[in-house]
């Protein structure tokens, strides 16, 4: 796991960059975007789409 800040620009090339070399048969990639309404700016690309959003998150 690892975390960043980044701009609007560099947030969708960290996307398409990530997206392009994970196995999505094996990997997963969240993107969380911080702030007002959290909960509506997860992306997910990959396997285990699922995640409880209000229950704990064991790394």
Do not use: W
Request: overall charge negative; hydrophobic content about 40%.
């Amino acid at each position: 796991m690892f975390e960043c800040v980044v701009d609007a620009t560099q947030f969708t090339s960290l996307k398409f960059e990530l997206a392009g070399i994970i196995d999505e048969g094996q990997d997963s990639l969240r993107f969380y975007q911080l702030g007002n309404n959290y909960k509506n700016k997860v992306e997910h690309v990959g396997i285990k789409e699922s995640l409880d959003l209000e229950g704990p998150l064991i790394l």
